[in-house]
Structure formats: structure tokens, C-alpha cells
């Protein structure tokens, strides 16, 4: 009888190893699939995260403070190739803008070859100052100059205009920045760059399970069709960025087609 009873608490202490192992090892993977979750973020104090998504592309993530929604996080998109880098959208504010600038110069070893705010609001432009401070070339629509104007800002240098379509060069690679229509404003351009099939929609695209948002200066009776216009531009989008909250691919286009429909 005490052989017996010896076996079988030898056993029962074997399974619990067993099982205790199994779970730690679950514990485990489950961890490493955080860290690698966290693994795009290269860059992140308390007024800025930079996250890496692809070879060329990266999402900058800054902070707004508003009255309607609180503290609000606010994307832009960098583009990268060889020593140069293009970026659209400003960080909300100089601080953010500045953090963002010396990254790209001193730990990316790039060089600033253009600013391209996607409209006039000032989660697109609040670090202006910062980039003209530092010579950087700015590219906006027409459109988005004169709403900039009507709303106060002032320009230390000249604005590099442009009407519905640019095309910058970037090393060996082309970005390009693209009116389809109104929606969030009626300025309001998004960002394509091939290489990565990467497009940054701004305020015009928004993160799944998002509401409406702002729409003090929307055009929501035209908002959908706009979308429809750039998704069929582009249709095998692989990285699509709005305006605030998390990236994905062209779901954030039916998304938001799908949300002003209703």
C-alpha cells in the first residue's frame, strides 16, 4: 500500500511540473509576443513616440491637448530613404516638432528634405515654426496656405504651393502628396510613397472604431465619396495611417467610407 501511494504522489507531483512548466512556457511566449508588439517604437519620451512600421516608414505619435476630447494622440508620417527624409504633418507643437527634427538628424543621420502638412488644423502644423527655423522646405496646397492665413499664422519664409498633386524626389525614390476631395476640411491631402505601398491619410482616415470625431469644418456630405477616390488610387495599400489612433491596411478605408455613409 505505501509503494502504491509513493507512486502515486511521484505522479501527481510529475503532471503538476508538467502543467506548471506548460504554463510558464505559455507565460512566456504570451511575453515575447508583447515585447514584440512594442518592438516598432525606436523613439518615445513623455511629448513624443516614434514607431517604425516598415524599411522606409515611420509613424510619429505627439500629444494635443483639446477642449471636446482631452488629450488627444495626434500621428504624422516619416519617410526615409538613403540620407534624406520627407515628413508629413508637424508634430502638435515646437517641443514635440524639435524632438522629432533631432532624431531624424542625429540618430537617422537625415536630412530634412521637406514638411508637408496634410491640412490647416493645428494637430498638422503646431511645430511650424520649428521646422522653418531649422530651413526646411515647406509644401502645402494652395488651399491649405490660404486657411493658414485666414486663421493667424504667419510665415518667417516663403511656402512652397502646389494645387491638387506634388511629387518630391527622395534619393532614388519618389513621395507624393494628393488632393481627392473634402472631407475632414476641405484642404485636407494624403501621403503615398510606392516603395512601401505606405499612405498617410491624416484627419481625412480614421483608425477602426473611431467616431467622427471633430467636424467643425467638414465636408461630411462629400467625406465618403472622397475615400472611396483614394482608395481606388490606392487599392493595394499595405500601410494606411490616419490622422489619431492605431495604422492598419485598407480596412481604415472602408471604415471610414462605411462611418460618413451613416
Known sequence: MKFVLTIFLLGCIFISCKESASTQKKNNTSSEASIWADSTAVYQTDDLIIKRLSEHIYQHISYLQTDDFGKVPCNG????????A???????????????IHFVTNELKCDITALIPTHFHNDCVGGLSEFEAQDIPIYATTQTVELLKANGQIFSKPIKEF???????IADKTVYAE???????????????????????????????????YVGDATIEEWSETVEKVKRNYPKA?????GHGTWGGTDLFDYTIHLFKN
Open 77 to 84: 508620417m516619416l519617410v526615409i530613404n538613403g540620407h534624406s
Open 86 to 100: 520627407v515628413v508629413f504633418d508637424t508634430p502638435s507643437d515646437g517641443k514635440s516638432s524639435l524632438e522629432l
Open 163 to 169: 494645387d491638387k498633386r506634388l511629387t518630391l524626389p
Open 179 to 213: 488632393y481627392f476631395g473634402e472631407g475632414h476640411t476641405k484642404d485636407n491631402i494624403v501621403g503615398y510613397f510606392p516603395e512601401n505601398e505606405a499612405v498617410f491619410g491624416g484627419c481625412l482616415i480614421k483608425e477602426l472604431g473611431a467616431s467622427k470625431g
Open 238 to 242: 499595405r500601410i494606411v495611417i490616419p
